[in-house]
């Protein structure tokens, strides 16, 4: 009998333990000892930040404060960096955000105090009143009416437990207790970045001086001080699970740089940019960081007048007057101080006038280029030197083959010779007839000439063309 009581007894005790309330801690921005942050193209973040936090024996709800708005909870991941592991139970995100609004939506149901100032004592008179609705406007329930609008002031005993002042992760755990650092990682959206250059032609435009700049840019709803930042250039397949944390843990390696610019390293098949200083990226800010520069690029300029595939469909009259070549510049990635893979980004290039002012001469997006690969920009097109073309004879030997030629007319205004390369796309299967001068096979498809035009005066192409398609 005795035995019986014991047992019963423990089972009561046991029982009042286990529902034992967990105690409720918070954690904000202050307890932060290290954040780094990874950003990809495609508005994508990845941060780590590691806390300092006191943390009870037991149950325990710690609230992680000031974590991005735009995080994806799926993707959360908190541990213990010293002291004992930590015991996960439950996770929730709270991004249901304080707001006038918001509050008297949650008090929907509950009483509020309606606070009145008389229009002439300034005298406060307080009622008490049960919201009815808050949605398309207000509704409240007096002790002897029914009154919409709101009549004075509100105010409330409290705020509801599941409304935030700003975006918390609240996780359920154990812990053995004590002072201890955690590590808290997660993806965001609302961090992007873009690569962006400046290119600076010398004076005889033969070379160049380029800088590369990374514009960085926070609506993430989180800012982050100090932060180690990274930029993973390449295009990261996204799929949209929650195993998207495995796919991004691999972006956590430590930078190592040399100087204020930043290095890179090869991630898989991605590369990884670093930066040595440790930077403050606030929420809703653009700023730029310091990516390459690289001078004396050796540069060439090419003029291009490209054709059309249905010039040699059918019989044609004049086809263009003071046609406009476009201008290309061209530089290889690689030697001196290139030679590193290029992010995606825009590059705009300057030339100096005759005072040495630097004037903007056209800009041009480039792709992600790997180190030793060429760079071609267009600029625009060329001012001083024009073109005319005229088919000069046309003859339909079948309905699918066709003989035609044309003559192209170069005029140049400038002081100085160009070389301008004429480029025609043909259709179906081709065969030059005649030509004066010779044609270059870039592909199947394309027929070229480097045609030189002298300084202030002209150059004439002519070729004849069997078409068959």
Excluded: C
Excluded at 341 to 364: H, M, N
């Amino acid at each position: 009998m005795r035995r019986g009581l014991l047992s019963v007894g423990f089972f009561v005790a046991a029982t009042v333990q286990a529902a034992e309330p967990a105690r409720d801690l918070a954690s904000g921005a202050a307890d932060r000892e290290a954040v780094a942050v990874t950003v990809y193209n495609d508005d994508l973040a990845l941060v780590k930040e590691r806390r300092r936090v006191d943390l009870p024996a037991g149950l325990a709800r710690l609230s992680l404060r000031e974590v991005a708005a735009q995080m994806r909870p799926e993707t959360a991941l908190l541990r213990a960096v010293s002291g004992q592991p930590l015991s996960l139970v439950e996770q929730n995100f709270d991004f249901d955000l304080l707001t006038p609004q918001k509050l008297l939506e949650k008090y929907v149901g509950r009483e509020v105090t309606v606070i009145r100032s008389h229009p002439t004592t300034g005298e406060e008179r307080r009622e008490k009143a049960t919201v009815l609705a808050a949605g398309q406007g207000t509704v409240l329930r007096f002790a002897d009416r029914i009154e919409t609008g709101v009549p004075g002031r509100l105010a409330f005993d409290s705020v509801p437990p599941n409304l935030r002042d700003r975006p918390t992760l609240s996780v359920l755990l154990e812990a053995a207790g004590g002072r201890q650092a955690v590590e808290l990682s997660y993806l965001t959206g609302g961090l992007s970045w873009k690569a962006d250059y400046v290119a600076n032609l010398s004076t005889d435009g033969k070379s160049l001086d380029l800088n590369g700049w990374v514009t960085l840019t926070n609506r993430s709803g989180a800012g982050f001080d100090n932060a180690t930042l990274q930029l993973v250039a390449g295009t990261v397949n996204r799929v949209r699970q929650p195993e998207l944390q495995k796919v991004y843990a691999m972006a956590a390696a430590a930078p190592r740089a040399k100087a204020q610019e930043a290095t890179q390293e090869a991630l898989m098949d991605y590369h990884l940019y670093s930066f040595e200083r440790p930077t403050g990226i606030a929420d809703n800010q653009t700023k730029q960081l310091a990516l390459l520069s690289a001078s004396a690029v050796p540069v060439r300029r090419e003029y291009l007048l490209a054709g059309n595939d249905w010039y040699y469909r059918d019989r044609y009259a004049q086809i263009g007057q003071k046609m406009k070549p476009a201008v290309f510049l061209e530089f290889e990635n690689k030697g001196g101080q290139l030679g590193k893979p290029l992010p995606a980004g825009i590059v705009r290039v300057y030339a100096r006038d005759s005072k040495g002012a630097a004037q903007f001469v056209g800009e041009d997006r480039i792709a992600h280029t790997a180190k030793n690969e060429k760079l071609k920009l267009r600029l625009g097109e060329a001012f001083d030197i024009t073109a005319e073309r005229k088919q000069t004879s046309y003859r339909k030997i079948t309905d699918n083959v066709v003989e035609t030629a044309y003559r192209i007319d170069l005029r140049n205004a400038k002081d100085e010779a160009v070389t301008v390369r004429v480029q025609e796309p043909l259709p179906g299967d081709w065969e030059m007839l005649q030509e004066s001068q010779k044609h270059t096979k870039e592909s199947s498809r394309v027929a070229s000439w480097n045609v030189a035009v002298p300084a202030g005066g002209a150059a004439v192409l002519e070729y004849g063309i069997r078409v068959r398609w």
